[in-house]
C-alpha cells in the first residue's frame, strides 16, 4: 500500500509539469523557473522502487508528447534535452532515448552540444552499442559537416559487436566527402573482401568504380597536359583493390571499367 501512494504521488507530480510544458507561456523567464522543480531522473528513481519501468514508460510517452505538440505548434524545445535526461537518469540502459533524442536535440532544439553530451551519455551506460556511436558520426555528417569525426565515430561503431556492415559504408562515405579517396577506397575494399553476400559486394564494386571515375576525372579536368602521368602516379597506390581495372585515358575524360 505504501509504494501505491508513492506511484499516485509520483503521477501526479508528472502529470502537473507535463500540463505546464505542453501551454506555451506568456514569459519564457518564468517558465523556466517553474522547470527548475520539475523532479529529476535520479528522484524520481528513488521513490518510485518497484515502478521504475511504469514511470519510464510513462516518462517517455509525455517527452514524446512533448516534442510532437511543440513541433506541430511553435517549436520551442527548450526543455527537450532536459526531459531525455531525466528518462535517462531513471532508466540508463534506455537506447531509444539516447539514440532518438540526441538527434532530435541537434536537429530541432538546435543545441548539438546537448545532442552529443547525452550520446556521450549513452556511450558510458551502454559501451557495447553500436547504434550509439553511429548516431554521433550521422550527426558529425549530416549536421556539423565535420567529416573526420564523423568518419572515426562510423569506424568505431563498426567495431562493435553485430554491428551492420553499413557502419564502414558511412565511413567510407565520410572519408570521400573529405576529399581522401585512397582511404575511401580501402574502406570498401575491405567491405567486398569481408563478405559473401552478393548485394554488398555489387555495391562496393559499384562505389569503387564510382570513387575512381570521378577521382580520375577530377584530375583530367584539372591537370590537363600532365594528367596520363598523374593518373599513372594515382594508379600505383592503388595495389589493394580487390579486383582489376581497366583505364581508359582520352582527351576530355577518364573512363574507369572493371576488368
Same mark, same amino acid.
Given at each position: 500500500?505504501?509504494?501505491?501512494? *508513492?506511484?499516485?504521488?509520483?503521477?501526479?507530480?508528472?502529470?502537473?509539469?507535463?500540463?505546464?510544458?505542453?501551454?506555451?507561456?506568456? $514569459?519564457?523567464?518564468?517558465?523556466? $523557473?517553474?522547470?527548475?522543480?520539475?523532479?529529476?531522473?535520479?528522484? =524520481?528513481?528513488?521513490?518510485?522502487?518497484?515502478? /521504475?519501468?511504469?514511470?519510464? $514508460? +510513462?516518462?517517455?510517452?509525455?517527452?514524446?508528447?512533448?516534442? !510532437?505538440?511543440?513541433?506541430?505548434?511553435?517549436?520551442?524545445?527548450?526543455? +527537450?534535452? %532536459?526531459?531525455?535526461?531525466?528518462?535517462?537518469?531513471?532508466?540508463?540502459?534506455?537506447?531509444?532515448?539516447?539514440?532518438?533524442?540526441?538527434?532530435?536535440?541537434?536537429?530541432?532544439? %538546435?543545441?548539438?552540444?546537448?545532442?552529443?553530451?547525452?550520446?556521450?551519455? !549513452?556511450? =558510458?551506460?551502454?559501451?557495447?552499442?553500436?547504434?550509439?556511436?553511429?548516431?554521433?558520426?550521422?550527426?558529425?555528417?549530416?549536421?556539423?559537416?565535420?567529416?573526420?569525426?564523423?568518419?572515426?565515430?562510423?569506424?568505431?561503431?563498426?567495431?562493435?559487436?553485430?554491428?551492420?556492415?553499413?557502419?564502414?559504408?558511412?565511413?567510407?562515405?565520410?572519408?570521400?566527402?573529405?576529399?581522401?579517396?585512397?582511404?575511401?577506397?580501402?574502406?570498401?575494399?575491405?567491405?567486398?573482401?569481408?563478405?559473401?553476400?552478393?548485394?554488398?559486394?555489387?555495391?562496393? /564494386? %559499384?562505389? =569503387?568504380?564510382?570513387?575512381?571515375?570521378?577521382?580520375?576525372?577530377?584530375?583530367? %579536368?584539372?591537370?590537363?597536359?600532365?594528367?596520363?602521368?598523374?593518373?599513372? !602516379?594515382? +594508379?600505383?597506390?592503388?595495389?589493394?583493390?580487390?579486383?582489376?581495372?581497366?583505364?581508359?585515358? *582520352?582527351?576530355?575524360?577518364?573512363?574507369?571499367?572493371?576488368?
Amino acid at each position: 500500500m505504501k509504494n501505491f501512494f *508513492y506511484i499516485i504521488f509520483i503521477l501526479v507530480i508528472v502529470l502537473f509539469f507535463a500540463n505546464i510544458l505542453q501551454n506555451r507561456p506568456e $514569459n519564457i523567464k518564468k517558465f523556466e $523557473n517553474e522547470l527548475l522543480y520539475f523532479p529529476s531522473g535520479k528522484f =524520481i528513481k528513488e521513490i518510485s522502487l518497484d515502478f /521504475k519501468t511504469t514511470m519510464t $514508460n +510513462l516518462m517517455w510517452f509525455e517527452t514524446v508528447q512533448y516534442y !510532437g505538440q511543440h513541433m506541430l505548434t511553435d517549436k520551442n524545445l527548450i526543455f +527537450l534535452n %532536459k526531459l531525455f535526461n531525466v528518462i535517462t537518469d531513471l532508466d540508463s540502459n534506455f537506447l531509444q532515448c539516447y539514440t532518438f533524442g540526441g538527434t532530435v536535440v541537434t536537429y530541432d532544439q %538546435k543545441r548539438p552540444d546537448l545532442g552529443l553530451a547525452l550520446l556521450d551519455k !549513452g556511450m =558510458i551506460n551502454l559501451p557495447e552499442s553500436w547504434q550509439i556511436p553511429f548516431v554521433k558520426g550521422f550527426l558529425y555528417y549530416m549536421y556539423l559537416y565535420d567529416y573526420e569525426k564523423a568518419y572515426r565515430w562510423f569506424v568505431f561503431a563498426s567495431t562493435k559487436n553485430n554491428s551492420p556492415y553499413f557502419c564502414k559504408t558511412f565511413a567510407a562515405a565520410s572519408k570521400k566527402k573529405e576529399g581522401d579517396y585512397i582511404t575511401a577506397l580501402r574502406l570498401w575494399s575491405e567491405i567486398y573482401n569481408g563478405t559473401d553476400n552478393r548485394f554488398q559486394k555489387e555495391s562496393a /564494386k %559499384k562505389n =569503387i568504380i564510382f570513387i575512381l571515375n570521378e577521382s580520375f576525372n577530377r584530375i583530367a %579536368k584539372n591537370d590537363r597536359d600532365t594528367k596520363v602521368f598523374s593518373i599513372k !602516379g594515382e +594508379l600505383k597506390k592503388l595495389t589493394f583493390l580487390p579486383f582489376g581495372i581497366d583505364v581508359k585515358i *582520352y582527351e576530355d575524360s577518364v573512363v574507369v571499367k572493371e576488368k
